[in-house]
């Protein structure tokens, strides 16, 4: 499994991203899929996950309202849309798939995620 993202950059506070996270292999559909971030000295923290069929979603508090997960299995894809962005949502953002197929749940620990991607640079300048 490989998990490619991509859409990051720098954006001035109070604008928008959208990220993308591209899946190889023919079992995401299978999968709850998360989004993660981690700045600078900081540790790795949940943001959103969205689960295989995509009716299920959970968001971290400080990104409610703000960020949205989506999924689009025909494509093995997964987005995460971000609105409102803040100098402190700067850090690289990480997509991961949950260890276990067709099983959500609201955890936000990173070790129940066994398969990541490189990450992607979010920088929201003040």
């Known amino acids: 499994v490989q998990l490619v993202e991509s859409g990051g950059g720098l954006v001035q506070a109070g604008g928008s991203l959208r990220l993308s996270c591209a899946a190889s292999?023919?079992?995401?559909?299978?999968?709850?899929m998360g989004w993660f971030r981690q700045a600078p000295g900081k540790e790795r923290d949940f943001v959103a996950a969205?689960?295989?069929?995509?009716?299920?979603?959970y968001y971290t508090d400080s990104v409610k309202g703000r960020f949205t997960i989506s999924r689009d299995n025909a494509k093995n894809t997964v987005y995460l849309q971000m609105n409102s962005l803040k100098p402190e949502d700067t850090a690289v953002y990480y997509c991961?798939?949950?260890?276990?197929?067709?099983?959500?749940?609201?955890?936000?620990?990173?070790?129940?995620?066994?398969?990541w991607g490189q990450g992607t640079q979010v920088t929201v300048s003040s």
């Open positions: 969205i689960s295989w069929s995509g009716g299920n979603t």
């Open positions: 292999g023919r079992t995401f559909s299978s999968y709850t």
């Open positions: 991961a798939r949950y260890r276990a197929s067709y099983v959500y749940t609201q955890t936000t620990a990173r070790e129940e995620y066994n398969y």
